[in-house]
């Protein structure tokens, strides 16, 4: 009786093994969920229950099997799935096997996330509509996920129900009308914005729009700077580009679409208000934008052989070139090698000096040759202004020298530890005399070397 039975055992593992069963694939995650009624809260809680559940040999899980459709891509038999546990009729979640361009294989209405906030519940869908999950919350303009087929890397081919954080504007999300929610469309979110100044350069072609979410008027093309100049709430931006005859053209793109290549190192943190440290971006690594707040870029670089989301100042991206009938805004440091005069305002009143060594930010330049810094004030920082002929500079590293304004016809470089005078600043260079042969030159340096 014993060899019969151990007969019968091993006849079973030779079984699964031969059909691709995956016998934990099966037999855990259970749906221990008891359902309230509240179909938007049921359907989250139900595919909480499935967290960490993976496939089997070629796409081999319990919910193509429940669908009938076994061994294929499930991330919309896993929503189904989910749907029914939930005790939420077909009438509201239709049974559907794939996304389905709008929507309409769960026959549920769809926003997009450019000017909707979605709600825990919700069904999301990629914009190629490849790929659909469940929203499990919101978070400002990111959201939680629980989807199968996937991986922490949000892959819409993964093998797994995981839960991953996703960038609101990418994507579209389907509202079901749950049992006693309202049939209305949804309300939307007030659009706010914040005026920039910043450049990058493009590292692929991204559609240019003449409005938020206006008609499609071409593209930016990869190679191309842009001046980013005002960030929108809902993942949308304006920017002035290159545009056809050798113009300047102000476009709207989404955030989220565009990759750019980082043209000089810049470094990097793990905060958006850039005060934690943890490396840099390289000469050449290309980025994919995430979003953008007042102070930083949220980013997805290169690190270490992967990516990782990191932020990226906006003062490293060049942001030269506001102007206004009195000054230029700029936005580059020096290191002061001498004893300056600090004052209150433009002729204003004298509150100290800055210091020999102290490394100033300069934010703005006047017609009439007074700058404003940003520079180190007992504990603190301080917004001081200076007579720009007065300050002389330590040179901390190389710098390429002009002998135009343009910085065009180079002529030489400006060498670690020279003192320079500064003499004037246009929206692009500095002129000053350095230290050249045997005697001092006037040279002009750009202000992008001066970071």
Same mark, same amino acid.
């Given at each position: 009786?014993?060899?019969?039975?151990?007969?019968?055992?091993?006849?079973?593992?030779?079984?699964?093994?031969?059909?691709?069963?995956?016998?934990?694939?099966?037999?855990?995650?259970?749906?221990?969920?008891?359902?309230?009624?509240?179909?938007?809260?049921?359907?989250?809680?139900?595919?909480?229950?499935?967290?960490?559940?993976?496939e089997?040999?070629?796409?081999?899980?319990?919910?193509?099997a429940?669908?009938?459709?076994?061994?294929?891509?499930?991330?919309?038999?896993?929503?189904?799935?989910?749907?029914?546990?939930?005790?939420?009729?077909?009438?509201?979640?239709?049974?559907?096997?794939?996304?389905?361009?709008?929507?309409?294989?769960?026959?549920?209405p769809y926003?997009?996330?450019?000017?909707?906030?979605?709600?825990?519940?919700d069904?999301?869908?990629?914009k190629?509509?490849s790929?659909?999950g469940?929203?499990?919350?919101?978070?400002?303009?990111?959201?939680?996920?629980?989807?199968?087929?996937?991986?922490n890397?949000?892959?819409?081919?993964?093998?797994?129900?995981?839960?991953?954080?996703?960038?609101?504007?990418?994507?579209?999300?389907?509202?079901?009308?749950?049992?006693?929610?309202?049939?209305?469309a949804?309300s939307?979110?007030?659009?706010?914005?914040?005026?920039?100044?910043?450049?990058?350069?493009?590292?692929?072609?991204?559609?240019?729009?003449?409005?938020?979410?206006?008609?499609?008027?071409?593209?930016?093309?990869?190679?191309?700077?842009?001046?980013?100049?005002?960030?929108?709430?809902?993942?949308?931006a304006?920017?002035?580009?290159?545009?056809?005859?050798?113009?300047?053209?102000?476009?709207?793109?989404?955030?989220?679409?565009?990759?750019?290549?980082?043209?000089?190192?810049?470094?990097a943190?793990?905060?958006?208000?850039?005060?934690?440290?943890?490396?840099?971006?390289?000469?050449?690594?290309?980025c994919?934008? +995430?979003?953008?707040?007042?102070?930083?870029?949220? /980013?997805a =670089? %290169? #690190?270490?052989?992967? &990516? !990782?989301?990191? $932020?990226? @100042?906006?003062?490293?991206?060049?942001?030269?070139?506001?102007?206004?009938?009195?000054y230029i805004?700029?936005?580059?440091?020096?290191?002061?090698?001498?004893?300056?005069?600090?004052?209150?305002?433009?002729?204003?009143?004298?509150?100290?000096?800055?210091?020999?060594?102290?490394?100033?930010?300069?934010? +703005?330049?006047?017609?009439n040759?007074?700058?404003? /810094?940003? =520079? %180190? #004030?007992?504990?603190? &920082? !301080?917004?001081? $202004?200076? @007579?720009?002929?007065e300050?002389?500079?330590?040179c901390?590293?190389?710098?390429?020298?002009?002998?135009?304004?343009?910085?065009?016809?180079?002529?030489?470089?400006a060498?670690?530890?020279?003192?320079?005078?500064?003499?004037?600043v246009?929206?692009?260079?500095?002129?000053?005399?350095?230290?050249?042969g045997?005697?001092?030159?006037?040279?002009?340096?750009?202000?992008?070397?001066?970071?």
């Amino acid at each position: 009786m014993k060899k019969i039975t151990s007969l019968f055992l091993a006849l079973i593992m030779v079984l699964s093994v031969s059909t691709g069963m995956a016998t934990t694939a099966f037999a855990a995650y259970e749906n221990t969920y008891k359902n309230t009624g509240n179909q938007r809260t049921d359907i989250v809680q139900v595919a909480k229950t499935q967290l960490g559940y993976t496939e089997g040999k070629n796409n081999n899980t319990k919910y193509g099997a429940w669908y009938g459709l076994n061994y294929n891509p499930w991330c919309a038999m896993f929503v189904s799935w989910c749907a029914r546990q939930a005790g939420i009729p077909t009438s509201v979640i239709k049974n559907s096997a794939c996304a389905g361009a709008g929507s309409s294989y769960f026959n549920i209405p769809y926003y997009n996330g450019s000017n909707y906030t979605p709600k825990s519940g919700d069904i999301f869908f990629t914009k190629d509509w490849s790929h659909v999950g469940i929203v499990y919350y919101t978070d400002g303009n990111y959201f939680y996920t629980i989807e199968g087929n996937s991986n922490n890397n949000g892959s819409a081919e993964g093998y797994c129900v995981c839960t991953n954080r996703r960038y609101i504007p990418n994507f579209y999300f389907g509202v079901p009308n749950y049992k006693g929610s309202s049939t209305t469309a949804p309300s939307t979110t007030k659009v706010t914005s914040f005026s920039t100044n910043f450049k990058l350069l493009a590292a692929n072609y991204v559609t240019a729009y003449n409005g938020m979410n206006g008609s499609n008027i071409g593209r930016i093309y990869s190679g191309d700077t842009i001046n980013v100049i005002t960030i929108y709430s809902n993942g949308w931006a304006a920017a002035k580009c290159s545009w056809t005859g050798g113009t300047i053209k102000t476009v709207y793109f989404r955030v989220g679409d565009l990759k750019f290549k980082c043209t000089k190192y810049i470094n990097a943190y793990s905060d958006a208000n850039a005060i934690n440290y943890i490396g840099r971006a390289y000469i050449g690594d290309i980025c994919t934008l +995430k979003s953008v707040n007042s102070k930083t870029l949220y /980013c997805a =670089c %290169p #690190w270490n052989g992967g &990516t !990782k989301s990191i $932020y990226l @100042k906006l003062s490293d991206f060049n942001t030269t070139s506001v102007t206004s009938n009195n000054y230029i805004s700029v936005n580059f440091y020096l290191k002061a090698a001498n004893y300056v005069n600090a004052y209150s305002s433009v002729n204003g009143s004298k509150i100290g000096r800055i210091y020999t060594g102290d490394k100033i930010q300069i934010t +703005k330049i006047y017609k009439n040759n007074w700058a404003e /810094c940003r =520079c %180190p #004030w007992g504990n603190s &920082t !301080k917004t001081v $202004y200076f @007579k720009v002929t007065e300050l002389k500079f330590k040179c901390t590293k190389y710098i390429n020298a002009y002998s135009d304004a343009n910085a065009i016809n180079y002529i030489g470089r400006a060498y670690t530890g020279d003192i320079c005078t500064l003499k004037s600043v246009n929206s692009k260079t500095l002129y000053c005399a350095c230290p050249w042969g045997s005697g001092s030159k006037n040279v002009y340096l750009k202000l992008s070397d001066m970071k």
